[in-house]
């Protein structure tokens, strides 16, 4: 069984962004700085889901695993080809709430490293 019981998100009260929170904490706190990268990853390839929710819980994820965690090397050293995924993956996303978020990405890389993702982004113009 496991540690938080069986969660049900079909019951009322269970907020899909009480999960993507509860999960995000998760990774956040007990991701090794060596395994954030390929969940980033990941995650930027979930934006493109069918499932429009997968989707979106991929973007809050993102999103938050950058903010928290988007100050390491690992992820610094990387931030031009995320910007370029992250570009990439615009042009096929379905949802206008999976967009802003992917947006919002970007702009957290870039308060993280601002003249790559600049530069990263001035190469698209």
């Given amino acids: 069984m496991s540690t938080f019981g069986t969660l049900d998100v079909t019951e ?10 509860t999960i995000t904490n998760v990774l956040r706190l007990e991701l090794s700085s060596e395994d954030i990268l390929p969940l980033v990853h990941s995650l930027i390839e979930g934006l493109s889901d069918e499932i429009i929710n997968s989707a979106k819980g991929s973007s809050m994820i993102l999103c938050s695993i950058l903010e928290h965690r988007g100050d390491q090397e690992h992820v610094n050293g990387q931030s031009v080809l ?3 995924k992250l570009h ?3 042009l096929q996303l379905p949802s206008e709430e999976t967009k802003v978020r992917a947006l919002m990405a ?9 003249m790559a993702v ?5 190469d698209f113009a």
């Avoid at 970007?106 to 601002?114: C, G, M, Q, W, Y």
């Fill in 12 to 21: 009322p009260g269970v907020s899909p962004a009480l999960i993507g929170k």
């Fill in 82 to 84: 995320l910007v370029q």
């Fill in 88 to 90: 990439e993956k615009l």
């Fill in 106 to 114: 970007v702009r957290i890389l870039a308060s993280h490293n601002a």
């Fill in 118 to 122: 600049i530069d990263s982004l001035l």
